[in-house]
């Protein structure tokens, strides 16, 4: 199988089908597999997809293909030639707006999505926009989260704003992406190089992930003498963890905060834990 796109939705079902048996290659034009990730968390999954025989192409976009009553052969612009039994195009969605009526009534639009303030308003007063017509990321519970964000603005409770940025994002392949918050090339552009600090924990340390035998590590990233600012994992079920770094990323948490609470031993939160440790200068299992 060729499948056209390495975003999340891409290595997704690379990584089921690889489950499955079949032979997978991957073609994706930026410069690396899940490139919305920070790019430490992109090297290590690429090492995982190597190591499961997942083949894939970046830096390099698809030109052409032709198929038979067998296969289908797809042409890079570099001259790579694939052949395969089935191309799966996993480029990204747009929104399905057409017809509904929003240019009708003046609802302010660009390329078929909706256009809203940071508290989800409309250019129409009275008319909100929720999920996945709004621009951003595409994920099920940002929709949630919209709706409750709404119907606790018509009640006038003043709900807070959740950026984008501060939205959890997993990517559900194995090994799995967590991630929230600041990357660490983001945050050096925000805040500067000087003022940002930045502690990678390997999950070799980690007793609960030697028994689930998985490789990865947890990456945190603060402003100096001030709050995480963001948290990047990636191994088997870190999807899991990232509750507890969403909770840090959101509340402006120092690490000096985190580090008196205990995580219960032994369970792969331990390594959330001990990061948290690291970074607010008392390592526990790490240098």
Do not use: C
Not at 78 to 91: I, P
Not at 207 to 221: F, N, P, Y
Not at 260 to 275: D, I, K, S, Y
């Amino acid at each position: 199988m060729i499948i056209l796109g390495g975003g999340v939705i891409g290595v997704e079902f690379s990584s089921v089908w690889r489950s499955f048996g079949a032979e997978v290659t991957i073609v994706e034009g930026l410069p690396r597999l899940v490139p919305a990730e920070d790019e430490s968390i992109s090297k290590q999954f690429e090492r995982a997809f190597r190591k499961r025989g997942i083949n894939f192409h970046t830096g390099v976009r698809f030109q052409s293909a032709t198929q038979d009553d067998n296969t289908v052969t797809v042409t890079l612009d570099n001259g790579t030639v694939e052949t395969a039994d089935l191309l799966l195009v996993a480029v990204g969605r747009g929104p399905k707006t057409d017809g509904m009526g929003f240019e009708a009534v003046g609802v302010a639009m660009d390329r078929g999505y909706v256009l809203t303030d940071e508290r989800l308003r409309t250019n129409i007063p009275g008319v909100f926009a929720v999920g996945d017509i709004v621009p951003g990321i595409q994920l099920a519970h940002r929709g949630f989260q919209h709706g409750i964000f709404v119907a606790e603005e018509l009640a006038g409770l003043n709900p807070m704003v959740v950026s984008d940025r501060n939205i959890p994002k997993v990517t559900y392949s194995e090994p799995e992406v967590a991630s929230v918050g600041y990357s660490e090339h983001a945050a050096k552009e925000e805040f500067g190089e000087a003022d940002i600090a930045v502690y990678d924990y390997n999950l070799a340390g980690n007793g609960k992930s030697h028994i689930l035998e998985t490789a990865g590590s947890i990456k945190v990233i603060r402003q100096m003498d001030g709050p995480v600012l963001g948290v990047h994992m990636i191994g088997a079920r870190v999807g899991e963890l990232i509750g507890e770094a969403q909770l840090a990323v959101n509340w402006d948490a120092h690490p000096e905060d985190i580090a008196p609470l205990l995580h219960a031993h032994p369970t792969q939160n331990e390594a959330l834990g001990e990061a948290f440790l690291a970074i607010a200068g008392k390592p526990l299992h790490a240098l």
